[in-house]
Every structure is written in C-alpha cells, then in structure tokens.
C-alpha cells in the first residue's frame, strides 16, 4: 500500500465517521435551541424550577458558553445559590481559556458573572457530616440521595439553603434518615447515627435441675434388680382373651337361636297332630292332609336348625370354657399344681331338645 494511499484512506475513515456524527449533534443542537428558548421564557416568567430544568437539560445536550451563563443567573434567582456560584465559575473559567476574538463576542456576561459571584459566595451556606465514633465500616453516607465518600466527610461543603435529607445505613443493617434546615450563610455540623445490624438472639438453655443427695433407702432400690414388666391379658381384651369372648358370645347367641327355632318346631308339630292320622279321619297314622304336610316339612327343618343352633351354640360356650380354664397364668410360689382342664360335647340332640355334657379338672 502506498504512503499516498494509505493517508488516502485515514481521511475516507475520517470522513465517513463525521458524516455518521453530524445528523445526531445536529438534532441534539435542535432540540438544545428549543430547550433554551423555553427555559429562558419560564425564567423571564419566574417559573424558574421549570425553566432551570431546561435550561441544564439544554447545556447537556449541546453545551455552550451562552447556555452556562444564562442557567447559573437562573439557579441564582431560584435561590439554589451554591449551585449558582459553581456554575458562574465554571463559565468563567471557560472564558478565560476562549481566544480574544470569542472572549469579546461575550460582551458584558463576564462581569457580570464575576459580580453576580461574589455577591452570592458569601451567603452560601455550608453543611459538615460526621459518623459516629464506633461507626462500623462500610457504612454509606448519602446527602439528598447521592452518597458522599469518605474524604467529604467532616469537611464543610457548601450546599443550598432549605431542606435537606441525610442518611446511614451500616452493611446489614436498618436505614437511618434526618432532616436537616440550613439558611443563607449558616454553617452547620452534624454527627450523623448509625443503627447497625441486630445480632440474632440465642436462645438461653434452662438451667439443670438441682443434684439430690442419694439416700440409703434409694441407694438400696437402684441396686436391687427391677422386675421385668409382664402384659396383664386379664385386663385388656386382646389376645387369647379376645378369643374367649369371641367364643363366648357365638356360643350364647347359638344357644339362643336353638332355643327360638326349637320352640317355632314344637309349635308346628301341634299342628300336624290337628292335620294328620285320626285327626283327619284317615286310616293311616302318618297320613297328613295340606296343612299337616306342609306344618310338617317347616317343622323338620326348625328341628334341624334348632339342633344345629345348640350344637353352635355348645360348642362355643366350651371353647370359650377351655380356652379360658387353659389359659397361662404367671408363675407363683407354688408349684406341682395339676394343670386344669374341661372338654365339652353333645351327648343327645333330636327335635324336642338336646342333652349336654362336660368333664374335666378344676
């Protein structure tokens, strides 16, 4: 590439870059003309909050020397006074460092920068905040809501007149706030609290109970053997208990029903006695007419129920027994007793009744 070339292309790049940047500072000078004009109405119109506003805002965007001028006679005529004297300095400070030829297009804003300052540096009021001894480390100041580093602390720095917000907050812990009323050329210190961080309260463990001496009597009982705990089954119904009862209740309720059918049957045969043989004037003694035949096959099968209900209900009530008279009972002193025993049957059982027996040792 040659040297002509190459300072060809720096100045294509250098081009292009101005041509991509000029559209924006253009709109940006726009919309800065139209901000100034009307923060510079609202100003003349003592609206000066609203037209300060536009004024910074138009300085932002398009910063000239004109603009500076005019917003800090309006921070001056709103009263934010130390604002008002850092603005005219800076744009005396500009001035100075402008050529003659653009130092004279001012006209009169110098002086009257330099007047209007020294007029105002006086009256600034001035604001000092100090931590706490002890304060922990890390803990943030902040001022109207902007956080002022550890060199500005202590040193009296100037600040507007009116109201302002302080605040600390340790690292953890709540945020502290103040108000703080500072007039034209007062200066003011102020220590400023700092709430740390609560430490999580451990909970205290209760003090142990009081030792007691041993005595003879406890002495003797710890050393003595403790007796195995041994399940009473007398006293709660379960297990082979629960099964006696069981039985118990099946055998009563067998001996119930054999009781009510056997009765049901004694009264059908009563009517086969009216309905069959001589009753009936019949030549055979087992001849029935319809009502004895069919009294007669109900009663049959009430006997064989009724039978069927004792022989339940017997044997029930002699399980229950043997279970019962068997059962384990805890080892006492004395011992070589013959163990009991009972065993249950039905001897006898027809239609008119039945006939129990039972034997064993007690």
Not at 28 to 35: G, H, P, R, S, T
Not at 98 to 127: F, H, I, Y
Not at 198 to 227: F, K, L, N
Not at 240 to 264: D, F, H, K, M, Q
């Amino acid at each position: 590439m040659t040297p002509w070339f190459r300072r060809s292309a720096h100045l294509l790049v250098a081009l292009a870059s101005l041509s991509l940047a000029a559209p924006a500072a253009a709109q940006d000078a726009a919309a800065a003309e139209e901000l100034f004009n009307r923060g510079l109405a609202d100003m003349q119109a003592g609206r000066y909050e609203s037209g300060c506003k536009m004024l910074a805002e138009s300085e932002q965007l398009d910063p000239q020397p004109g603009t500076l001028f005019t917003l800090a006679m309006c921070e001056s005529q709103w009263g934010r006074i130390a604002t008002a004297v850092t603005q005219l300095g800076n744009y005396l400070a500009w001035v100075d460092r402008m050529s003659p030829a653009l130092r004279a297009r001012q006209g009169d804003r110098p002086k009257a920068a330099r007047e209007e300052r020294d007029r105002l540096a006086p009256r600034v009021p001035r604001l000092s905040l100090s931590l706490q001894d002890g304060a922990p480390p890390g803990t943030v100041v902040k001022r109207d809501g902007s956080a002022m580093g550890p060199a500005a602390l202590g040193v009296a720095l100037p600040v507007n007149p009116g109201v302002h917000l302080v605040s600390t907050q340790a690292p953890g812990g709540p945020l502290w706030e103040q108000t703080v009323a500072i007039a034209e050329g007062e200066t003011k210190a102020l220590t400023l609290e700092v709430k740390e961080a609560m430490a999580p309260s451990i909970p205290t463990p209760p003090a142990p109970a009081p030792a007691q001496p041993p005595t003879a009597e406890a002495g003797s009982q710890r050393d003595a053997p403790r007796p195995l705990a041994v399940p009473d089954e007398a006293a709660a119904p379960g297990g082979r208990r629960a099964l006696v009862y069981v039985a118990g209740g099946v055998g009563a309720a067998g001996l119930v029903a054999g009781g009510i059918l056997g009765a049901l049957a004694l009264d059908k045969k009563s009517v086969v006695d009216e309905h069959c043989g001589s009753r009936i004037q019949a030549s055979d003694d087992k001849a029935c007419d319809a009502t004895g035949n069919k009294a007669a096959q109900s009663g049959g099968t009430m006997a064989l129920m009724s039978t069927l209900g004792f022989g339940v209900g017997l044997a029930g009530l002699g399980a229950a027994a043997v279970l019962y008279w068997t059962e384990p009972k805890p080892a006492g002193p004395a011992t070589g007793a013959a163990p009991r025993w009972l065993r249950a049957s039905v001897l006898q059982a027809g239609p008119t009744g039945a006939v129990l027996g039972a034997q064993g040792t007690f």
